[in-house]
């Protein structure tokens, strides 16, 4: 089974800190994806990567900077976290060639105070 | 760039009533089409997907689509719904194209006992 590791499930921050999530999948995917889910508005792609130290902007990246010095790893960085950035924060994977399924990890809360 | 719209944004049941939930996509070229769904506090889970061929898809639980190329739709359906299959119900394309894929905003069902 594909396996996409969120490293927290529930965070709370302060305005203003760095906040850094971290995103491991084990199955050799080159694609690795950022979500946001919010209530009424789906999910909506953060930015996404293809391959190793390449990023694409999604949706909504205002806010938000990534990192993928790995294959398997993809972190998400909020520099200055802000309060409209409080959410769940969905990482997920799929194989290059497009049509195949893309597999989710379990998600992150975080809380912005 | 594409879009999906789910029309249904709550819906609730009783046991055993039948189901089935609105999915159209924008986009004119060819597409594959999936639905996930999403248990309370758990993660996104694939329910089933479609890439070529019978355009009448059978998923876990229960669940099938139908897809119709002309409506560019997708739309869930279940004959009898039980009170398990309460959850967050999410379509997306991904077109053959490009390596994205878009959500819908979500359909909440919840299933009365």
């Known amino acids: 089974d594909v396996k996409v590791t969120q490293s927290s499930r529930y965070l709370v921050k302060r305005t203003g800190e760095k906040v850094f999530l971290e995103c491991v999948q084990d199955?050799?995917?080159?694609?690795m994806f950022w979500y946001r889910q919010d209530p009424g508005l789906g999910l909506r792609l953060i930015y996404f990567s293809y391959d190793v130290k390449m990023k694409e902007k999604g949706d909504i990246p205002e806010g938000y900077s990534v990192s993928r010095e790995k294959k398997e790893r993809f972190s998400l960085i909020l520099e200055s976290a802000s309060t409209n950035q409080t959410s769940m924060y969905l990482c997920a994977s799929s194989p290059y060639l497009s049509g195949n399924t893309i597999y989710f990890g379990e998600g992150s809360w975080l809380t912005v105070v | 760039a594409q879009s999906v719209s789910q029309h249904n944004h709550h819906v609730i049941l009783s046991e055993a009533a039948s189901l089935e939930l609105g999915c159209n996509y924008s986009?004119?070229?060819?597409?594959?089409l999936f639905w996930y769904v999403q248990y309370p506090g758990q993660h996104l889970q694939l329910l089933l997907k479609?890439?070529?061929?019978?355009?009448l898809v059978k998923g876990i639980k229960g669940f099938e689509a139908e897809f119709i190329k002309s409506k560019f739709s997708f739309n869930l359906r279940k004959p009898s719904v039980q009170w398990s299959d309460t959850a967050e119900y999410f379509c997306?394309?991904?077109?053959?194209?490009?390596?994205?894929?878009?959500f819908g905003t979500g359909t909440s069902l919840t299933v009365i006992p």
């Open positions: 997306a394309v991904n077109a053959l194209s490009g390596n994205q894929f878009y």
């Open positions: 986009y004119g070229g060819t597409v594959n």
């Open positions: 199955m050799d995917h080159e694609n």
């Open positions: 479609y890439f070529s061929g019978d355009p």
